[in-house]
């Protein structure tokens, strides 16, 4: 089955410690993305990733980091600098070209920090 | 001042109504409209697209646009309990590489049987 997973589905971290969240996709996409939902603000842009070795900050990229060494996978890292980390983050993926391009998103991390 | 402003809710409507989800928005340079569905606990899932103004059906979904009023639409006929979901409303500019999308709060619908 193709698809993107993202794991872990909950993560639990103290305050002041990185954290890095998974996503993986088989769908052969070449853009990834990286999105933030918080109650009642819907989706925000952290960074996304049209090619391996390429990204380029979102809307909210401060106090987090991104990779992209391989085409199948774009890991999120949450560094401590990151004032109000507690959130569900979403991951997803598209073909790269023009006009509309659905995104295809993973089920989540929802990542509670204290 | 959001980009894209989309009533919460929840909206809660009995079996079988026909429901008008909404959202404004104020960048004109937005060219494509989309509507996406978000059960409780996963990802979203593309629902519609529309590119531009005009209408767009698809079975029970008819997603509605007019850049006039800067203003977009969702109705659903028929609504089923399987319906109950939040609805976000996203939007691009984009025509090359990835899309940045600007996405609506969600509205939060639930279907009563």
């Known amino acids: 089955d193709g698809g993107i997973t993202q794991s872990p589905k909950y993560l639990f971290r103290k305050e002041g410690q990185n954290v890095t969240l998974s996503c993986e996709q088989n769908?052969?996409?070449?853009?990834m993305y990286w999105y933030r939902q918080d109650p009642g603000q819907g989706l925000r842009l952290i960074y996304y990733?049209?090619?391996?070795?390429?990204?380029q900050k979102g809307d909210i990229a401060e106090g987090y980091s991104v990779s992209r060494e391989k085409k199948e996978s774009f890991p999120l890292t949450v560094t401590s600098a990151q004032k109000n980390p507690t959130a569900f983050y979403l991951c997803?993926?598209?073909?790269?070209?023009?006009?509309?391009?659905?995104?295809?998103f993973g089920p989540g991390t929802r990542l509670t920090v204290t | 001042q959001k980009e894209v402003e989309q009533d919460p809710g929840p909206l809660s409507v009995p079996e079988g109504a026909i429901v008008s989800l909404n959202c404004t928005y104020s960048?004109?340079?937005?060219?494509?409209f989309m509507w996406y569905r978000q059960y409780s606990r996963k990802g979203p899932e593309l629902l519609m697209y529309?590119?531009?103004?005009g209408n767009k059906e698809d079975g029970r979904f008819t997603a509605q646009v007019d850049k006039s009023s800067k203003y977009i639409s969702l109705f659903i006929r028929d609504s089923q309990p399987s319906d109950s979901a939040t609805y976000l409303c996203?939007?691009?500019?984009?025509?090359?590489?990835?899309?940045?999308?600007?996405f609506g709060q969600g509205t939060r619908l639930t279907i009563n049987p």
């Open positions: 960048n004109s340079a937005f060219q494509y």
């Open positions: 996203a939007m691009s500019g984009e025509t090359q590489g990835a899309q940045k999308l600007v």
């Open positions: 990733s049209q090619i391996v070795n390429d990204f």
């Open positions: 769908l052969n996409h070449d853009a």
């Open positions: 997803a993926s598209s073909i790269r070209g023009t006009g509309v391009l659905e995104q295809y």
């Open positions: 529309t590119y531009s103004s």
